[in-house]
């Protein structure tokens, strides 16, 4: 199924911020999020050579030492469209055991990429919200997402607003008209595009990689399925 997702990503971008663990530098740097993770960007999670994601002050030089320079504000879109991308394969395999998916429209998806994108698949799998939308109590869905608003132990007033708007989100009727008006403009996007691959043509990431398929296609503004 094709989504338009762009509703999910200005959500995730609006909510995870992308501050900088050292302004002093041309870059962006790692910073501890409230739940006390090493992040960078837009809510990418600094993890180590064994996958295990950094938490703790203590953990601050290895996550320096993973990005020494820092990454660029294109960079940093590169590791948030990748990371959407993988967290939408996680959700569409969760939606898809029975046929959810299919019942959904695409801001109530939107909705639940960005809970998801923020609480974890795993978290997502174990919760009531997803029992509540396996029964088809759809209705109950905006009350379940405003239950989960404690991170580090307490309650985060980022995480409240986090889910009021994602509730919002979930109750917003989707038309014709306002998919056209979330698409970029055509033009814009392809500039957009040539830059940020010229820019990684000049100065590639630690991997080494070209950009992939979902930055691609969301970099230009089109449906990710």
Not at 23 to 34: A, E, K
Request: with cysteine; net charge positive.
């Amino acid at each position: 199924m094709t989504r338009n997702i762009q509703p999910a990503i200005a959500l995730i971008k609006r909510f995870e911020g992308i501050a900088d663990g050292d302004p002093s530098t041309v870059n962006l740097d790692p910073y501890r999020c409230p739940a006390g993770y090493w992040t960078i960007g837009w809510g990418h999670v600094v993890r180590d050579a064994r996958g295990r994601m950094l938490k703790g002050r203590a953990r601050g030089a290895d996550a320096r030492a993973i990005f020494p320079r820092g990454i660029t504000y294109l960079w940093a879109e590169r590791l948030l469209f990748d990371d959407v991308a993988a967290f939408a394969a996680a959700l569409n395999r969760v939606l898809a055991t029975d046929g959810t998916d299919l019942r959904l429209n695409d801001n109530q998806y939107c909705a639940l990429l960005s809970f998801v994108f923020n609480v974890g698949i795993s978290a997502f799998e174990r919760s009531t919200l997803l029992q509540r939308l396996r029964e088809g109590d759809f209705a109950d869905v905006p009350r379940q997402l405003k239950r989960w608003t404690r991170g580090g132990g307490r309650v985060l007033g980022g995480l409240k607003r986090r889910r009021e708007a994602e509730a919002k989100l979930w109750l917003t009727q989707v038309s014709v008209d306002e998919i056209a008006r979330e698409k970029p403009c055509p033009h814009e996007a392809e500039a957009k595009l040539d830059h940020w691959e010229a820019t990684l043509g000049a100065a590639p990431d630690a991997t080494g990689d070209a950009p992939s398929e979902a930055v691609v296609r969301l970099s230009r503004g089109e449906e990710w399925s």
